[in-house]
C-alpha cells in the first residue's frame, strides 16, 4: 500500500508520504494521527484492534487506550462531515465505515525526480510567529507572497517554511533564485533550468504549464521584485491551469494578483528605549539574540555583561531590527568590541559597506542590498526617496508630499511617488495606524546619504517650513495628552533635524521655527531640550536689527525659563534682562513671563520674592486674561509656603484648587511649563504634611503622582517627586511608596541629567531612614550636595543639609554636623523660617548633647524649646511633635521626666484629628512609661 493514493469525499491520502489533503489543501495532523488513519483506510469497513491502532501509532511504547481516544478525536474533528465515518466497536475497536476508492500513482520516470531545496539546519532567531502565519496562509491560500526590505530575511523564513512543508508534497518542494537573472527575459530560463525542463526553443509558460500540470509540489520564487511583470503572469498561469501546485514568492512588491496572500515579514523585535540595560532582560528581544548568536560565532570568548547591554540594546535599535544589518554589526563587534561597533554607526558607512564576500552579489553588503532596490525604482520615485531622507523618523502622507513637491513634481506625483515606495517596501508602514504614517529606515537614510545627489536644501528647507507652519497652526489649549502625546513627541525629532538645518542655511527661518517650538518643548517635555537653539536664536536677535522689537524679549523669556531646570544661576539674570526688554517693548504679556519666571526662580534658590510679586500684581491688573489672576493666587500661595507662612499657604492653595475653574493650557505652559492644579495639589500636600495631616498629605502627594504620569509630561512629574510626593513618603515611614517615587524620579531623570542628584540625594534619605545606614547616606549626600544643580530645589536644599548634619552626627563625625549646619542656616529666610529651623534646632541640639562641653546642654535644651515654640506659633505639627520629642528623651537621659512629661503633655493636647504624623507613637510611647505607676 505505500506507493497507493486513497480518495474519499473530498480527502486524498497519499501512502508514499502519509499526508493527507482536502482538496489541493493539505491536512495538518500529527504523524500518530495518520499513522491510525493509514490503517483504518487500508481495511475500509472492517473493524480494527485498539491493540493493532496503538502498535501502529506508537510501535515498542506500552499506552493507554486515552491516548487513542484523543487521536481519534482530532482525526474526526480534522475530516468535517467525513469525521462520522470513524466508528467505535465498544468490544473490539474501530473502523472507517465509507466507500474509498484506491488508485495507484502515476509511475515517476528519472526525468521527473522528487524536487529539493537548500536545507536549513537551524531555523532562523524570532521567527515562530512568522512562519506559523504564512503556514496558516498556505493551508487556506495557493499563493502567498512574502513581502518586505532588503535584508530583513524574506529568503530565509521562506526555506524555513518550505522545508517543513515539503513532506506534504508528493513532489516536493521546488525553490528558484531569480535575484541572479538580470533580465526579464530569463525568468521562465531559470525555472526551466531548476525544474530540469529541457526545450529546443526560448522557454515559454505553456512549457512550464505542462510540465508542473499534474505535480503536487510547492513552488518557491525567490527575490521577484525586478521581475515582476513576468513573474506574475507565470504564476497566474500556474494559479488557473494546475490543481496542486501551490506558490511562494519573496519580494520587496506585491504582485497585485486577486488571489495573492500577503505576509508583510516585520524587523526583529528590538528593546525600547525606555527598557532597561539589563543583560538578561534585553536577550528576551529576538534582534538582541541574533546579535548575540552571530557575536559568539566569530568571538566565542567575547563577554557579554550588564556593562555591554545598553550599546547592544543602542546598535538593535538603530539597525531597525534589520536580521542583515545585525550580521554584519556583530561582525565589528566580534573584532573591534561592543562600544567600538556602535560608534561605527555614528559613520552610517562603516556599516552599510562591509562586505560579506561569501554571499550573493545583492546581499554582499547593506549597501548592494540597498542599491538593488533603488536601482528599480523610477526617476520620480527616486527623486522623492532622496528628499524625504531629511525626516528624522515616522511622517504623514501630507508631511512627505509637502517635502517631496517642487520642482520637477507637483503634489500628485510626489504622492504617488510616497506610495509606490512603500509598497516596494523601501518605506514601512503601520497598518493598524489611524493615519497612514511612513518611516525610512536609518540603513535606508544611511544609503542615501552616499549618494552624490543626497537630500538638497531645497526638500531641507520644505521640512522646516512645513514644521513651522504645523506648529503655529496648532491650538494648544484643544491639545489632547492622551491622543496626541505620542504624535507631538515625533515631531521633537523633526524640530531638532529642521533646526540644525535652519541655523546653518537659513538664521531667520530658524529664528522664527525656534519661537514656535517653544510652545512643543513646553508641552510635551521640557524647555531643556531647546537651550542650544534658544541660545543661537537670541545670539542672533541680540545682534541685528533685523528683528521685531518683541522677538528678543520672547527669546529671553524662553531661554530663562529652561535655566530653572539647570545648573547654574544664569536664569535670573536673564529673566531680569527680559523684564527690561518686555517693558521697552511694551508688551504686558512678556512682561508678565519674566516676571513669574524671577519669582520662581528666587523662590527655588531661596531668596525674596516679594518686590516681584508686587509687580506682578500690577501688572496684572491692567490685564483682562483671568487666568493671570489665578496664576497670582497660585505663585503667591507658594511664597507663603517657602517663607513659612503655611497656614497662608494652606488656604490659598485650597481656595485655588476649589475657585479655579480652570487655566488655559497655554497659560500654565508660558507660566513655568508646569500643570498648574497638579502642583497646586503638590503645594497642599506639603502644607498639610508639615500642619500634621499627614494622612490626608499622602493621599493628595500620591494622588498628584498618577495625574502627572497620566499626562506624560515631563516637567512636571519631576516637580511632582522632586518637591514634594517623594519627601512625603519618606518623612511619613511610607517606604514602599517612596522608593516607587524614587524609581520615577530615577527613570525621569535619564532624560535630563541635572536631576540626577535630586534622585540620588533622596536615595541617600531611604538608605537613612529604611535601611538605618547613615554612613552610605551621609557618602551620597556629602556627593550631590556638592552638584550646583541642587541648590535650585527651594527650601528642600537647606533641609538636605540639615538631613547630612544628622547622618555625621550618628556616624560621629560632630565636627562636620556642625558645618553642615552651619551651611544650612546660611539660607536661613529670617527668625520665621520654620521650614528650616524647626529642622535645624533639633540636629543642633543633639550634636551639642554628643559633645557635651560645658554649657552645651542648656544650650541643647533652649535649642529644642525654640524650635517647639517656633513650629507651634506657626502650625508646623510636624517639627513640634519632632523637637518635643527629641527634648523629652532628652529630660529623661538627665533625670529630669516631669519636663519630658510637660513637654509631651502640651503636645498631644493640641492632637486634633492628626494622624500617621511621624515621632507620634515615639511621643505616646514615653508619655505613657513616664505614667507607669
Known sequence: MVNREIFFGPFRFDAATRTLWDGSIPVRLGARALAILQVLLEAPGATVSRSTLIKSAWPGLHVDQSNLRVQISGLRKALRDYGGAIQADPSQGYRFDVDVIVKEPASRSENHPRFGIPKIVVKPIGREAAADGIHDLLNRRRLVTILGAGGIGKTTIALQVANERAANYADGACFVDLGRISSIDLVYTALTNTIGLRVTDWPDIQHIVSVLRDRRMLLILDCCEHVLGPVARLVDSLLVNTASVDVLVTTREPLQLDNEAVWRLAPLTVPPKTAEANAEDIKTYSSVQLFLKCLHQRAPKLHFDNRKAAAVAEICRRLDGIPLAIEIAASIAAVLGFEEALRSLNEKSSVINIDRRSAVPRQRSLFSTIDWSYNLLSNAEQSVLRQIACFAGPFSLDAGI????????????????????????????????????????????????????????????????????????????????????????????????????????????????????????????????????LTRAFQLVDNSSAFDAAVRPRLLVSLASAQVYLPGFEGASLYERAWHAAQAAEDDFLELRALYGIIQSTLLTRRQATPYLDAFARAAQRSNAPDVHYLLQ????????????????????????????????????????????????????????????????????????????????????????????????????????????????????????????????????????????????????????????????????????????????????????????????????????????????????????????????????????????????????????????????????????????????????????????????????????????
Open 402 to 533: 509637502a517635502v517631496a513637491s517642487g520642482d520637477p513634481l507637483n503634489a500628485s506625483a510626489a504622492r504617488d511617488a510616497i506610495i509606490g515606495l512603500s509598497r516596494r517596501s523601501l518605506l514601512s508602514s503601520d497598518p493598524e495606524s489611524t493615519h497612514a504614517e511612513y518611516r525610512l529606515l536609518d540603513t535606508t537614510r544611511a544609503y542615501i546619504a552616499q549618494l552624490d545627489a543626497s537630500v538638497g536644501d531645497e526638500a531641507r528647507r520644505r521640512h522646516a517650513e512645513y514644521f513651522l507652519r504645523l506648529l503655529d497652526g496648532i491650538d494648544w489649549d484643544l491639545y489632547d495628552e492622551t491622543s496626541e502625546n505620542t504624535k507631538m513627541r515625533g515631531y521633537l525629532d523633526e524640530v531638532r533635524v529642521a533646526l540644525d538645518w535652519a541655523f546653518s542655511s537659513d538664521p531667520q527661518l530658524g529664528v522664527r521655527l525656534v519661537i514656535a517650538a517653544e510652545r512643543l518643548w513646553l508641552a510635551v517635555t521640557s524647555l531643556v531640550q531647546g537651550v542650544p537653539y
Open 634 to 933: 497660585r505663585i503667591t500661595a507658594f511664597n507663603d509656603f517657602e517663607n513659612s507662612a503655611i497656614r497662608s499657604a494652606h488656604r490659598r492653595f485650597e481656595a485655588f484648587l476649589q475657585d479655579c475653574p480652570s487655566i488655559s493650557r497655554s497659560a500654565y505652559l508660558y507660566f513655568g511649563g508646569i500643570d498648574s492644579f497638579i502642583s497646586c495639589k503638590i503645594g497642599l500636600a506639603l502644607a498639610k504634611h508639615y500642619m500634621g495631616y499627614c494622612e490626608q498629605a499622602l493621599s493628595l502627594s500620591n494622588t498628584a503622582v498618577d495625574e502627572a504620569e497620566a499626562k506624560g509630561h515631563l516637567t512636571t512629574t519631576y516637580f511632582v517627586l522632586a518637591q514634594g510626593a517623594t519627601w512625603v513618603n519618606i518623612s511619613s515611614g511610607e517606604f514602599q511608596r517612596a522608593r516607587s517615587c524614587l524609581q520615577k524620579l530615577e527613570d525621569v531623570s535619564r532624560h535630563y541629567r541635572p536631576w540626577h542628584a535630586v534622585a540620588e540625594a533622596f536615595r541617600a534619605l531611604l538608605l537613612r531612614y529604611a535601611d538605618g545606614d547613615a554612613r552610605s547616606a551621609e557618602r551620597i549626600l556629602t556627593s550631590c550636595l556638592a552638584d550646583e544643580f541642587i541648590v535650585k530645589t527651594g527650601s528642600l536644599h537647606p533641609i538636605l543639609w540639615v538631613e547630612l548634619a544628622d547622618a555625621r552626627r550618628i556616624v560621629g563625625d560632630l565636627d562636620g554636623a556642625e558645618s553642615a549646619l552651619m551651611t544650612a542656616m546660611n539660607q536661613c529666610l529670617g527668625p520665621s523660617d520654620v521650614r528650616l529651623i524647626g529642622k535645624h534646632h533639633p540636629i543642633l541640639a543633639k550634636v551639642l548633647i554628643a559633645r557635651n562641653r560645658p554649657g552645651d546642654v542648656d544650650t541643647a535644651r533652649e535649642l529644642f524649646s525654640q524650635a517647639i515654640e517656633l513650629s507651634k506659633q506657626h502650625d508646623f505639627y510636624l517639627y513640634e511633635c519632632e523637637a518635643a520629642v527629641g527634648l523629652a528623651e532628652f529630660e529623661l537621659e538627665v533625670g529630669r521626666p516631669w519636663a519630658a512629661r510637660n513637654a509631651l503633655i502640651d503636645l498631644l493636647s493640641n492632637l486634633q484629628d492628626r494622624s500617621r504624623v511621624p515621632f507620634l507613637v515615639r511621643a505616646q510611647t514615653i508619655l505613657a512609661g513616664i505614667d507607669a505607676p
